[in-house]
């Protein structure tokens, strides 16, 4: 296991604009904001949502796209640093018209009809993400 301890920070609340890129918009504020470790929740709706899912087994993502407007069920998130820069990894829940369901990791495609999005900034040192051989990823070291 591995922990890192931190204090509560200011909190951010932000609304993105209709036709915002929610992964990319998200990045710049904090990365203009400089925050480097933090919590990050949203909800609203999306025009389209472009995700992606990480085989265990193949040690790679596969994207999905599904063009067609869905509520933001809810997301949950964190900021920490990776080489150096801040880094967001964004999970969300979706909901379509009919009530089918879709998640995975948030990424750039994925286009804001109204979402309000809530910033915990944490106070210490952050954590930073390096490569871990077990899973093929990039995890708080």
């Not at 932000?14 to 925050?35: F, K, M, N, P």
Request: hydrophobic share 45%.
């Amino acid at each position: 296991m591995i922990a890192h301890v931190l204090r509560p920070g200011p909190v951010h609340l932000l609304r993105l604009a209709t036709g915002d890129d929610v992964y990319q918009e998200i990045t710049r504020y904090v990365t203009d904001s400089g925050i480097r470790v933090a919590t990050v929740n949203a909800l609203g709706a999306v025009r389209r949502a472009s995700l992606r899912y990480y085989d265990q087994s193949a040690k790679r993502y596969e994207d999905l796209v599904i063009d067609e407007p869905l509520e933001v069920v809810a997301a949950v998130g964190n900021v920490s640093l990776l080489d150096g820069a801040p880094f967001l990894h964004l999970h969300a829940a979706f909901s379509a018209e009919d009530g089918r369901g879709f998640g995975g990791h948030v990424n750039d495609g994925t286009i804001v009809f109204a979402l309000e999005v809530h910033i915990a900034q944490l106070d210490g040192e952050p954590p930073v993400r390096l490569p871990d051989d077990c899973t093929g990823l990039t995890l708080w070291g």
